[in-house]
């Protein structure tokens, strides 16, 4: 069993910045894939970002050049952090890892950018 817990989530104005915060309740190595997801109102669930082991990253094109994800192996947490935020940013945010196969995910934390 894998647990992942977000923080960092608030009410932000739009242009702020936000960091993302998620703790694992393993080794960060042992998990291949990180990844934050967000899922507006309405909407599905969309990656936002993921990190593998060896650090390679990819990015919706959509938050390309203002999100920023990252991993601190020591600390067994990814992190997500979000500059130049729009109305549009506006969601849950969700931290998934992927472990022997499976996903796990966080509780997910909201993010509410205001215009």
């Known amino acids: 069993q894998v647990q992942l817990v977000e923080s960092g989530g608030g009410l932000v104005q739009a242009g702020g910045s936000l960091r993302l915060s998620c703790a694992a309740s393993?080794?960060?190595?042992?998990?291949?894939?990180m990844g934050w997801y967000r899922q507006a109102p309405g909407k599905q669930r969309e990656l936002v970002a993921s990190?593998?082991?060896?650090?390679?990253?990819n990015y919706a094109d959509s938050v390309k050049g203002r999100f920023t994800i990252s991993r601190d192996n020591a600390k067994n947490t990814v992190y997500l952090q979000m500059n130049s935020l729009k109305p549009e940013d506006t969601a849950a945010y969700y931290c998934?890892?992927?472990?022997?196969?499976?996903?796990?995910w966080g509780q997910g934390t909201q993010v509410t950018v205001s215009s």
């Open positions: 998934s890892g992927l472990y022997l196969s499976r996903a796990y």
């Open positions: 393993i080794n960060l190595f042992s998990i291949n894939t």
């Open positions: 990190i593998t082991r060896s650090a390679t990253t």
